[in-house]
């Protein structure tokens, strides 16, 4: 004979509703590129993605050689939009490097 199974499942407390007036806000500005926002990181994502390429937008973010390849890879692109977001994203990522703006 087999041991019998509880009837009885044992319930979860109520979860609270989650407040998105409380929830963290989004960077406006790049770590890595103060001219850029996370808007034009986005966008840059989904042109590459109809491209058939894959961006990883937080390692745009924080991981500069593979931002410079993303770009790179953007800008050899025969579309017009990305050429130019990608214009505009490296601009943004060099003066970020220019030591002239790190305490700006």
């Known amino acids: 004979m087999q041991p019998h199974a509880p009837t009885h499942t044992p319930t979860r407390p109520p979860v609270a509703p989650v407040s998105l007036s409380r929830a963290p806000l989004l960077p406006r500005r790049l770590p890595l590129a103060r001219g850029a926002s996370m808007a034009d990181l986005l966008r840059f994502q989904a042109l590459m993605a109809g491209e058939g390429q894959t961006v990883q ?48």
């Open 57 to 104: 937008v937080a390692r745009m973010c924080y991981d500069r050689p593979y931002a410079f390849d993303c770009i790179a890879s953007a800008h050899a692109s025969a579309s017009d939009p990305l050429r130019r977001l990608a214009l505009h994203l490296f601009r943004a990522y060099e003066q970020d490097a220019d030591p002239r703006h790190l305490h700006a």
